[in-house]
């Protein structure tokens, strides 16, 4: 059998795990079955980290029974985002299939996608027909995608995640960057080739729990905002502006009431309201610009963004 360098395939389906032991067998057998309908040579690429079950002997199982099923164990945790990343530098495909491990992404729309990016197009992304997440996550959903179109240089979809597909030109410049906190969809939106949509399949998980907590949404909503706009810093500056220009305003009422109508100057309280909302302000500045300088700092290092622990059927 040749090496994996020596080998081109017409698609590579590139998925981050994390403690999917029981549904990775369906989602194996199910892209074999629809790989084998679309008659195209392929590759499966399993990216995972740290588990707290048996992900790893299920994956080192499933490269047991077919060599096209291979594995990519990282050696911390990474996240999503960054995994697939470490899937991208090692996939051989003309075209690569994004898409997550928990069974909410149906293999069985991948040859729709494949069919749409034929018509030329070098992105090709799916819309879910629902959201299967709970009312609360879902309104934090659409709240989220609201500011980002807002903020953003880049828009966002609403029901996006991350199964698509991409051609290999996408992925070779999507390999160009090399953030530490990388946002895949937003960089695929940067770099700007042509781009569609088609509607897919709304999977429920039916194993496992999510791995993204109401907190790491907050989380990814204020690293994509960052890394993708300096709008918070111009908006920063307008209210200081605005700020400083009602001061003016207030010392300006305060001066008609002491030299017109001689009334005192009173307002302990009005002071102590002032001064918290002023400092309020103030760190909410320092915050914000903090963030950005500390993403400045981790950049500067040039660490690596990943660490390979093992590779199970690739070469590369």
Request: proline residues 3%; charged residues 25%.
């Amino acid at each position: 059998m040749q090496t994996d360098t020596k080998i081109r395939y017409d698609i590579s389906v590139v998925i981050p795990v994390r403690d999917e032991e029981k549904n990775i067998p369906e989602l194996s057998e199910r892209l074999a079955m629809t790989m084998k309908r679309m008659e195209l040579t392929y590759e499966v690429i399993f990216v995972t980290d740290i588990n707290t079950d048996r992900t790893l002997d299920v994956l080192r199982e499933c490269h047991a029974h077919d060599d096209r099923f291979k594995v990519i164990k990282l050696s911390g945790r990474t996240g999503q985002h960054i995994a697939v990343v470490a899937g991208l530098d090692a996939c051989q495909g003309d075209s690569v299939v994004l898409m997550d491990g928990d069974l909410q992404d149906f293999p069985e729309d991948i040859p729709k996608l494949h069919s749409r990016m034929l018509e030329g197009f070098d992105v090709v992304y799916g819309i879910k027909e629902k959201k299967n997440d709970s009312m609360i996550r879902n309104i934090f959903s659409k709240s989220f995608v609201r500011v980002m179109n807002r903020l953003s240089d880049y828009r966002v979809e609403h029901s996006t995640n991350m199964f698509r597909i991409i051609s290999r030109r996408t992925v070779e410049q999507l390999n160009r960057f090399r953030e530490n906190e990388q946002s895949l969809t937003g960089l695929i939106s940067l770099i700007g080739f042509p781009t569609d949509k088609v509607l897919v399949t709304s999977g429920e998980r039916t194993a496992g729990e999510t791995k993204y907590s109401f907190f790491s949404q907050v989380n990814f909503a204020i690293s994509f905002l960052l890394s993708f706009s300096t709008k918070p810093l111009r908006m920063i500056s307008i209210l200081g502006f605005i700020v400083s220009a009602l001061s003016f305003l207030y010392l300006g009422v305060v001066v008609i009431q002491v030299l017109v109508a001689g009334t005192a100057v009173m307002g302990w309280p009005t002071l102590v309201v002032l001064m918290t909302f002023l400092g309020g302000i103030q760190l909410l500045a320092l915050g914000v610009i903090g963030e950005y300088i500390s993403r400045i700092f981790i950049e500067s290092k040039k660490r690596p963004i990943y660490i390979v622990e093992e590779k199970i059927g690739i070469t590369k």
